[in-house]
């Protein structure tokens, strides 16, 4: 089994900066992609930023310029760096991961965290 857990949210100003945090821990092989995701009330959750194992990045248009996605993978940890923040931005944030749990698996698993809250007001 795998337990992904975020870290890093909080109250934040217009403008400020957080740093999210999630780390896998358990039954890993491999990390393959991992990303974050947030969600609204009463929306569907949106994706905010991929990274694959190579480092290749994705970012949803709202958030391009403003926010980087990171991986260590040493320690199986992805973050995210938010800058710049705006109230749009005002969401839980939860952190997705696709895992190889061990060398004889064949099928890869999409892990999700529990989420952390992100608020953004003055």
């Known amino acids: 089994q795998v337990q992904l857990v975020e870290s890093g949210g909080g109250l934040v100003q217009p403008g400020g900066s957080l740093r999210l945090s999630c780390a896998a821990s358990?039954?890993?092989?491999?990390?393959?992609?991992m990303g974050w995701y947030r969600q609204v009330p009463e929306k569907e959750r949106e994706l905010v930023a991929v990274i694959t194992s190579g480092g290749s990045t994705n970012y949803a248009d709202s958030v391009k310029g403003r926010f980087t996605i990171s991986r260590d993978d040493a320690k199986n940890t992805v973050y995210l760096q938010m800058n710049s923040l705006k109230p749009e931005d005002t969401a839980v944030y939860y952190c997705?991961?696709?895992?190889?749990?061990?060398?004889?698996?064949?099928?890869?698993?999409?892990?999700w965290g529990k989420g952390t809250l992100v608020t953004v007001s003055s």
């Open positions: 358990g039954s890993i092989f491999r990390a393959n992609a």
């Open positions: 997705n991961a696709n895992i190889r749990p061990s060398y004889y698996a064949h099928v890869d698993i999409d892990y």
